[in-house]
């Protein structure tokens, strides 16, 4: 893919928050999670989700992508699509540094990469101590729950409803259009 201009940067199972704990992939007490900065926010998602961390990277551009989608990466022969938190929350969109990672995190669907700041570590957090996010956020489909943490509070993600069915569709043809 690096003929195709991608730049290349270096066995999940699909995780949901609430399957995490009614499956008994947690003890019922505990929730993994990787926890990360973007801005001045701490978010999460279940350690289950996530593949690895990598360096930032140049990312090329994916024509035809859905306005989330940053564009598109290659790891080990894989094109990722990166995705970008802030816009899918609604906040503007801002530079990243030199010092910026990306989390490659797997869904039900594919194996996506999102762009954060730094990624702070593991953390457990009590699953009884996690807040609905309705009771905070009504409305925010991609938030799954708020994890209140020593250092902050940190937005649980849902990677499941990242994309709506259309921005899914579109994002899939936009790197189909590239693969050839």
């Known amino acids: ?9 270096g066995e ?3 995780v949901a928050l609430a399957e995490l704990v009614e499956e008994g992939s947690v003890d019922g007490r505990t929730l993994p999670l990787v926890v990360f900065g973007v801005g001045l926010q701490l978010y999460a998602i279940p350690v289950a989700a996530v593949e690895r961390v990598l360096p930032m990277v140049a990312v090329a551009p994916l024509p035809d992508a859905p306005a989330i989608a940053l564009g598109a990466v290659n790891v080990e022969g ?3 699509a990166v995705l970008d938190l ?3 929350l609604g906040l503007p969109a801002r530079e990243l540094g030199p ?3 990306l989390l490659v995190a797997t869904t039900s669907r594919r194996t996506v990469a999102l762009p954060v700041d730094e990624v702070l570590g593991v953390t457990e957090v009590a699953a009884d101590e996690i807040v609905a996010p309705d009771a905070v956020l009504p409305g925010l489909r991609v938030v799954a729950g708020i994890a209140v943490l020593g250092d ?4 649980i993600h849902d990677l ?6 259309e921005q899914e569709r579109a994002l899939q043809e936009a790197l189909e259009a590239v693969v050839g």
């Open 99 to 101: 010092s910026a990672r």
């Open 78 to 80: 894989r094109l990722l």
């Open 1 to 9: 893919m690096e003929g195709l201009g991608i730049p290349d940067a």
């Open 152 to 155: 902050g509070v940190a937005l």
């Open 86 to 88: 802030q816009r899918r």
């Open 160 to 165: 499941e409803a990242f994309l709506s069915l």
């Open 12 to 14: 999940k199972r699909d």
